[in-house]
């Protein structure tokens, strides 16, 4: 949009209010980067409880966007191609947990997924396998929090891919499931990606749930508490940046692989693009 | 020899669309035209016949076979939509291949036979109307179809394209030799694409024919003003039967071609078979002539279509060269001239 001059003063104050936003998100991290000696980032990364707790916070979000994706994506597509009754409960039912406090879902996970729990205590009787204080709950507890983030941006994605495409590829000879291979996941590809990114990042930052499901084995975000509590802003702090490093750089280079896919020839065709026909030339 | 394809008895009500009671037949390389006005429910007919919905009463059969109940991939329809359906993510070599279970030979002549060799690995997107249109028909020529269904093809594009494509997609139909069932509301699109054609209203083929047999000789009032006649006027036969008869059209009569077999008619005159002259049409066959009063003028593409009050109204189509000549604008008074031949009668009740 051009911008003339009536419109210049409404845009200068928006690019005022949102640079403040900005600088707010950054401030802090800045701060607390910059604060840091090499001496002590050096000290926190030689720490291997620091190092563990890192791998294995990176391994449950791994894990947590792999189920999600498992379980989401179906559900997804679902929401995105057909009506059916209750359908706004459902939806309604995806995104409560974007509404509960964090601790609360960690309590009432131990419900299901702790000693007694309906599905923790069978698994727990039937293979030993234990929720509580595990990877197996940790994950559990991300699941749960960052789930609503996978199901509505594959949704999203979903949701741009014109249907007459899917029944075109069916009267080509090919059945539902090549066609939801072939045409309906590459096409929502880059919808179902955001989403998987942003479950792994949803779940790679959690704390709340996590640490009443299983407090031990210490995720990246525990141990940073368990840093705090025990020793105060140094420590706490140096390990804080060394972890916001490394899922940084991983974030950005997911998103940049979600967007970059380049082909060779012609006009390029990027993923999850709405693909709404007629107005590619 | 069996129809290519045979829609019988079929109803289906889905939503806001219902189909009651449909049967027509399409014989092998026949194309079949099916016109109708938005809502007419001729898109859920043609995702009928490809089979995403399954009628609840009636059949259809492919060639003798029945094919009712089969999925979309097992009946062998090459479907051509509204902008073509073109996979963006593959080249219009993947998007052949795709048709044809990955087999490059047949892909390769599918492509040359519509003209595409060079554009094999260009992306649907960077492709002209036309381009995607014959990548379109490439796509499904590659399943090897028994039967194409287009879906309203044309649109979506620009009145000169339309046209272009239009002519392109007529002898595309020829060449290919294949039975086609082709939905539109556009009338243009019928009489140039259709051996025979349909008209549908509300879930309903109300009249089935040659497109010259529905345009001149509709069956009820809608289809009269569907296909572009401009007059139709209620009239009681005042005298004669069985062949030449005189309409009255309350302070006038008119010479007609009926059965004389309904008192009441509606009485339709297309504006192409209606003359205006500055005079009366002496030593002419034309047996209906009046005097009459301009009262609008419009152009309508190369033709001008001009409102005639003759005692009743009348509308006639003139070229741009005879508008010129005849000096016509608003309150000009001149004769307007209809044989008793282009009078098409329905009869009421």
């Not at chain 1, 791998?55 to 791994?62: C, D, H, M, P, T």
């Not at chain 1, 899917?166 to 009267?171: H, Q, Y």
């Not at chain 1, 706490?236 to 380049?262: D, E, K, P, Q, W």
Request: proline residues 5%; aromatic residues 8%; glycine residues 10%.
């Amino acid at each position: 949009m051009a911008v003339n001059r009536a419109s210049r003063g409404m845009f200068l104050l928006f690019w005022l209010a949102g640079g403040l936003l900005i600088a707010f998100i950054l401030l802090p991290l800045l701060q607390m980067a910059a604060s840091q000696t090499p001496a002590r980032l050096g000290r926190v990364i030689a720490m291997p409880d620091v190092r563990a707790a890192i791998l294995l916070s990176l391994e449950a979000a791994f894990m947590t966007a792999a189920l999600a994706g498992l379980l989401g994506v179906p559900l997804a597509y679902l929401l995105a191609r057909l009506e059916f009754p209750g359908k706004s409960v459902v939806e309604a039912m995806v995104d409560v947990p974007l509404a509960i406090p964090h601790t609360v879902v960690g309590i009432a996970l131990l419900f299901v997924f702790g000693r007694n729990g309906l599905i923790g205590g069978v698994v727990n009787r039937l293979t030993g396998f234990r929720f509580w204080g595990t990877a197996g709950g940790i994950v559990v507890a991300m699941l749960f929090v960052s789930a609503p983030y996978a199901v509505n941006a594959a949704r999203v994605g979903f949701e741009s891919v014109n249907v007459r495409l899917e029944k075109v590829a069916r009267t080509l000879g090919v059945g539902p499931w090549g066609v939801f291979t072939q045409v309906t996941l590459p096409l929502a590809g880059r919808g179902i990606m955001t989403g998987l990114t942003l479950t792994f990042a949803r779940s790679i930052s959690e704390f709340g749930a996590v640490i009443v499901l299983s407090y031990f084995p210490m995720t990246a975000p525990v141990k940073i508490y368990d840093l705090f509590i025990q020793f105060g802003l140094n420590d706490s702090s140096a390990m804080a940046v060394v972890f916001l490093t490394v899922t940084l750089v991983l974030f950005i280079l997911f998103r940049s692989l979600v967007r970059g896919r380049r082909r060779p020839h012609g006009r390029r065709w990027s993923p999850g693009r709405p693909t709404s026909l007629g107005h590619g030339q | 020899m069996n129809p290519a394809l045979e829609v019988q008895t079929v109803s289906l009500s889905l939503g806001a669309f219902s189909l009651c009671d449909i049967s027509f037949a399409v014989s092998p390389g026949e194309v079949f035209v099916i016109l109708g006005p938005s809502g007419a429910g001729k898109s859920v007919l043609l995702e009928m016949i490809a089979g995403f919905h399954r009628p609840e009463s009636g059949t259809i059969t492919m060639a003798g076979r029945e094919v009712t109940t089969f999925p979309p991939e097992a009946r062998g329809i090459g479907l051509i939509f509204q902008d073509y359906a073109l996979f963006p993510h593959m080249t219009v070599r993947g998007n052949v291949l795709f048709a044809c279970r990955r087999d490059p030979g047949r892909a390769v002549s599918a492509l040359s036979r519509l003209g595409l060799a060079d554009l094999a690995d260009r992306w649907p997107a960077s492709l002209s109307g036309g381009e995607k249109q014959r990548v379109a028909v490439a796509r499904a020529l590659a399943m090897d179809p028994r039967l194409f269904l287009f879906d309203e093809p044309l649109s979506a594009q620009d009145a000169r394209t339309r046209d272009l494509l239009r002519d392109e997609l007529r002898g595309l139909l020829r060449q290919l030799g294949l039975p086609a069932v082709y939905v539109t509301h556009d009338q243009t699109e019928a009489l140039v694409l259709a051996d025979r054609l349909a008209v549908m209203n509300a879930g309903r083929l109300v009249q089935t024919g040659t497109p010259s047999e529905v345009f001149n000789a509709p069956s009820n009032e809608f289809v009269a003003r569907f296909v572009g006649v401009e007059t139709v006027l209620e009239g009681r036969i005042a005298a004669g039967s069985d062949g030449d008869v005189r309409v009255s059209l309350g302070t006038h009569d008119i010479h007609a071609v009926g059965d004389g077999a309904s008192p009441r008619v509606l009485v339709c005159i297309r504006p192409e078979n209606v003359v205006v002259a500055r005079g009366m049409l002496a030593d002419s066959s034309v047996r209906n002539q009046f005097p009459a009063r301009v009262t609008s003028v419009s152009a309508q593409g190369p033709l001008f279509k001009i409102a005639l009050d003759c005692g009743f109204p009348l509308a006639a189509y003139v070229t741009r060269q005879s508008f010129l000549e005849l000096k016509l604008e608003q309150g000009s008074h001149v004769v307007a001239g209809f044989k008793a031949t282009a009078v098409h009668l329905i009869n009421r009740e």
